[in-house]
């Protein structure tokens, strides 16, 4: 059953007690339909950040596929479908407006869109993260977010380009959207600030 916690304005949802048939074999038909089902619920959190399913219905296909040692083809759908979700969010910012300003305002939307949709993806998956994952040493749902935004982020040529001009703009203006940035930049890595900026701070390359 859902419950929505109004004070946190986060979504919670109880979980019934799950039944082990004491078989090993999952019928091939219902991981395929459940891994579609993670596919397009990762789809739909990123488009407009809720689902059509339930996510117990989720958590409990999830579980299943888990306990029915399928937990690569899970891992393996979403880790693929995150990536694709990643490169067509951060599409638009190659052909982005020269102008900084509205640069850094759509590069900032959409990194909090994408960690928006990667928590709710852990939430939805969090026994495959306290399981599977730990156990096969694979990257956490948090982790493998950051990951794939830093990824993008580094390997673009048009994205790093445009976010030294666009900071460089930005000289005395908006300083909540360098602020903004420089946290951004912090939360992917230690190292990756002064993957774009030699003293790796965006405050001092945006001071006067």
């Known amino acids: 059953m859902e419950n929505e916690n109004e004070a946190s304005g ?10 082990y048939s004491g078989t090993s074999i999952i019928d091939p ?19 407009q950040g809720n689902i ?16 029915y040692k399928k937990g690569e083809e899970l891992y393996s759908v979403v880790e693929t479908t995150m990536t694709s ?10 052909a982005a407006p020269a102008d900084g300003v509205a640069f850094l305002q759509e590069l900032l939307a959409k990194w909090n869109q994408h960690i928006k949709a990667v928590s709710m993806i852990h939430d939805m998956l969090m026994y495959m993260d306290r399981t599977y994952v730990l156990t096969n040493h694979k990257t956490p749902i948090k982790e493998l977010g950051l990951r ?17 001009e666009a900071v460089e703009q930005q000289r005395g203006g908006e ?8 946290k951004m930049l912090a939360e992917l890595g230690e190292d990756v600030p002064g ?9 001092d390359a945006a001071g006067p």
């Open 10 to 19: 986060r979504r919670t949802f109880k979980i019934q007690a799950f039944k």
């Open 29 to 47: 038909e219902t991981v395929a339909e459940t891994c579609k089902a993670v596919t397009r619920a990762i789809c739909e959190l990123y488009a």
């Open 52 to 67: 059509s399913m339930t996510f117990e219905d989720l958590y409990r296909g999830a579980y299943n596929m888990i306990l």
């Open 85 to 94: 979700e990643v490169q067509s969010l951060c599409r638009p910012l190659d």
């Open 148 to 164: 794939l935004w830093r990824e993008h982020m580094i390997h673009s040529d048009k994205i790093r380009e445009r976010l030294v």
């Open 175 to 182: 300083d909540e959207l360098i602020a903004g940035v420089n």
């Open 195 to 203: 993957l774009f900026f030699p003293d790796g701070e965006l405050h």
